[in-house]
């Protein structure tokens, strides 16, 4: 076993996949965003929705395409680099990414080519049956995904043959208390970083005084939808901590900075764990039994620490600790902007306190954040383990692959994806800018589906027309 | 079970290398193109596919994953550093598609990409199937060839055979889909693409009687296998009959029946085998209880995948209008 090997095959799925995470929990919540904006078209005729719309579709169009070619990866990734893993359990993870590969590409791909060419072709009841099912297609991969990633964190319904996870329960590895509550708190995470996405961009155009009828639209249901969908966030997030707290000690311990076993548990808010002295530095907390509270929702119920672990079966304590803390962080800014931006906006007040739009502006990276951080703190917490108590992510690795291919791989992945990540960007960013400019019926001479990025083309032909305010 | 699992893997990976060999091909034939409205052409001409074909191979591998996830395990570690190479051949190439159109002073480098990317991606192709018939080195049952094991010259050769065979296949579409220019300077290469593959044929086929390879015993032990080189060779005799003729809408199908009669050919030579020699379809599949979860996805959704795929090609039949932009 090559260690540096393992490290680096290490580095390059956290790499490629965190790349990866970036689109999807975008365009699944502007897929649904899209969905609501046709909706309202329709209910309302109002032309405003529509503008929104088109606007919208234009940004999902990049986005859906950076995440298509950073997926397909993914698909091969866990043979090259996992084949131990892919062998022992492909039997669950092949076919629930099969179903993945089965019934999202197809929902998604076909309806995004109705949804993009097809406006004056079909009946705007089905061009909205399009959308939804776009937003369905989405919907589907997340779940597929989270099921195949649940089963990792907590595996069941299987029994071991010949080296295999042999299932026996499928009910039991979809149907499961953690698959519901970490798809729903993916899936709400992708809904509050499309509605941040939506509200910032329309702080920024009140900012620069620009398309006002547009951007009161943006704030108003960008910070509505995070107003009510934070608080539920939130409770996601602590069922998802219960399942944690039941299954896997080891991280629970980890993210609460928790050394010793207590009975009742206290809670650490800030430290900075020294994990050779096995103490917290500089440690802020709530006494007992805040800890118990929070982690298993009782008064007296007694709390693991790392010290009744065998160390060599802790995650690296630190990065869990941290990204835990940032993830919540930025939800509770999120939570005080949505509700407090919402509140201002209900007096009609929102549009005219400028610091209040740049603080809503400043704020898109923050789901992002939220997202990526909530991952490691998963992924990162699992550690030493890739099928969580039964298989070692050192056991899993290509026992063959060596230290000179891991580096070529990962020094080409890094290359390529900042070159794409950095175009891609560029072009979602010159969309925004851009804004909304009333293009209602725009068809390409050739109705091409399957073509995400192409929609972002002709801008570069059109100068912006006042978009200089601001900037 | 598993004999429906491996039909639905061979209707895929057929899918692919029929469908994402054309716009890999086009993608070959765009690096020798000059000037603008030859490239923009020859673009729109597979602008509308290219990424539905490219998702059979994700198609493909998600179906060797979980019907037969030993091989799925194998062969990816083992061609470790060629399929990676191949993958961001294929991203590369794949927002070549769209981000050539964003720039005038960059396009070069897009265009760049999107030629170099279908030639890194085609080549490596080629290459891993070459190692596949030639035999991988391996140990009680694990790949034991190390970090270049596929690199042989067999290999190589197949490697330079597939891109002869998909930018013939590129230019049977280019004659199908495009007027004037794009079509004649198409229909002028396909003889020398055509006899290019002809002569790799006799190549690997001298290759493999010198060098013994195992493979060749599958001939003599069943010789109804000839059937296939008997296809191929009445469909290449079609294929110069429909140049000779200037038919655009003959030459791509028997091209296809070429793949299809190399691929069958293949393929039964390898079964029982999955990795020749080494496993078998029934040492490979997974358990009944993976196999039977899968079967509605492939009894169901499947067919849907298939039906969308004819939907997409029949919208945008017929040639494209030489009139057309790429959406600009």
């Known amino acids: 076993m090559d260690m540096t090997a393992l490290f680096l095959s290490r580095i390059q799925f956290a790499f490629t996949i965190t790349f990866h995470i970036i689109f999807p929990s975008f365009t699944i919540g502007l897929a649904a965003w899209l969905t609501v904006l046709e909706t309202l078209h329709l209910r309302t005729g109002r032309t405003v929705y529509q503008v929104l719309f088109e606007f919208w579709l234009k940004i999902f169009g990049v986005a859906f395409g950076l995440g298509v070619v950073s997926g397909i990866v993914m698909a091969f990734q866990f043979g090259t680099n996992w084949s131990e893993l892919s062998k022992m359990s492909g039997p669950i993870q092949g076919p629930l990414l099969m179903y993945e590969t089965f019934t999202a590409f197809m929902l998604e791909a076909s309806f995004f080519g109705v949804l993009i060419f097809g406006r004056s072709r079909v009946p705007p009841w089905f061009y909205l049956f399009s959308t939804a099912m776009v937003a369905l297609g989405t919907t589907f991969s997340a779940f597929w995904i989270m099921v195949n990633n649940s089963w990792m964190q907590v595996p069941t319904g299987y029994v071991m043959e010949n080296g295999m996870f042999v299932p026996n329960d499928w009910s039991k590895i979809i149907f499961n208390s953690v698959v519901w509550s970490r798809f729903p708190h993916m899936l709400l995470a992708s809904y509050l970083t499309g509605a941040f996405c939506v509200a910032a961009t329309g702080a920024w155009y009140l900012l620069r005084k620009v398309y006002h009828a547009e951007s009161r639209i943006m704030l108003r249901m960008g910070l509505g939808l995070a107003a009510v969908l934070m608080p539920i966030q939130l409770l996601f997030g602590h069922l998802v901590g219960g399942y944690v707290n039941t299954y896997q000690p080891s991280k629970m311990a980890a993210i609460e900075g928790r050394w010793n076993d207590e009975k009742p548990g206290s809670e650490v808010l800030f430290a900075w764990p020294d994990v050779k002295n096995r103490r917290n530095l500089f440690e802020i907390k709530l006494p007992a039994p805040f800890g118990s509270l929070i982690d298993s929702d009782s008064l007296t119920a007694g709390e693991t620490g790392l010290n009744s672990i065998p160390p060599e079966n802790w995650p690296p304590v630190v990065v869990p600790f941290f990204s835990f803390r940032i993830m919540v962080g930025c939800g509770l800014v999120m939570l005080g902007l949505a509700w407090l931006g919402t509140y201002l906006s209900f007096k009609h007040r929102l549009a005219y306190i400028r610091p209040m739009l740049w603080l809503t502006f400043l704020s898109f990276p923050l789901p992002f954040i939220a997202i990526i951080t909530g991952w490691f703190t998963a992924e990162v917490g699992r550690q030493p383990w890739v099928v969580f108590g039964v298989l070692r992510t050192a056991d899993a690795m290509t026992p063959f692959l060596t230290t000179r291919a891991a580096t070529i791989s990962l020094v080409i992945f890094c290359a390529v994806y900042a070159f794409i990540f950095l175009f891609g960007t560029f072009y979602i960013y010159r969309l925004i800018r851009t804004g909304p400019r009333g293009m209602l019926f725009e068809t390409p001479h050739l109705a091409v589906p399957n073509r995400p990025m192409s929609l972002a083309d002709d801008e570069q032909s059109q100068e912006p027309s006042y978009v200089s305010a601001g900037e | ?328």
């Open chain 2, 1 to 328: 079970m598993v004999m429906f699992w491996v039909s639905l893997l061979t209707i895929s990976i057929l899918l692919y290398v029929l469908l994402d060999g054309v716009d890999l091909g086009v993608g070959l034939l765009f690096g020798m193109a000059k000037g603008e409205a030859r490239r923009g052409a020859m673009l729109s001409a597979v602008a509308p596919i290219w990424d539905g074909n490219e998702t059979w191979l994700v198609v493909t591998a998600v179906i060797l994953w979980g019907a037969f996830p030993v091989v799925y395990a194998t062969l990816l570690s083992a061609f470790y550093l060629p399929l990676i190479v191949m993958l961001l051949g294929l991203i590369l190439r794949g927002v070549a598609f769209e981000f050539r159109y964003k720039t005038q002073r960059l396009r070069w480098i897009w265009d760049l990409s999107f030629a170099g990317g279908s030639l890194i991606a085609t080549f490596i192709q080629g290459m891993t199937v070459g190692a596949l018939v030639e035999g991988l080195q391996f140990t009680n049952g694990e790949y034991s060839g190390g970090e270049v094991g596929w690199l042989t010259p067999f290999a190589v050769l197949c490697g330079i055979g597939l891109c002869l065979g998909y930018a013939l296949l590129g230019a049977c579409w280019l004659v199908r889909k495009c007027h004037a220019e794009v079509r004649d300077i198409a229909r002028r290469q396909i003889p020398m693409l055509a006899i290019g593959v002809l002569a790799f044929l006799v190549i690997v086929f001298a290759y493999a009687l010198v060098e013994h390879l195992p493979i060749l015993h599958r001939w003599v032990d069943r010789p109804y296998l000839f059937v296939f080189p008997a296809i191929g060779a009445v469909a290449a005799t079609v294929l110069a009959l429909s140049i000779l003729n200037h038919n655009d809408y003959w030459p791509f199908y028997m091209v296809a029946l070429i793949f299809l009669s190399a691929f069958g050919t293949l393929a039964l030579s390898f079964w029982p085998y999955m990795i020749p020699f080494v496993i078998t379809v029934d040492a490979a599949a997974a358990p009944q209880s993976s196999l039977r979860f899968m079967f509605w996805g492939g009894a169901i959704v499947f067919p849907l995948m298939l039906l969308y795929t004819v939907i997409s090609y029949s919208v945008f039949r017929g040639k494209v209008r030489t009139t057309d932009g790429y959406g600009h």
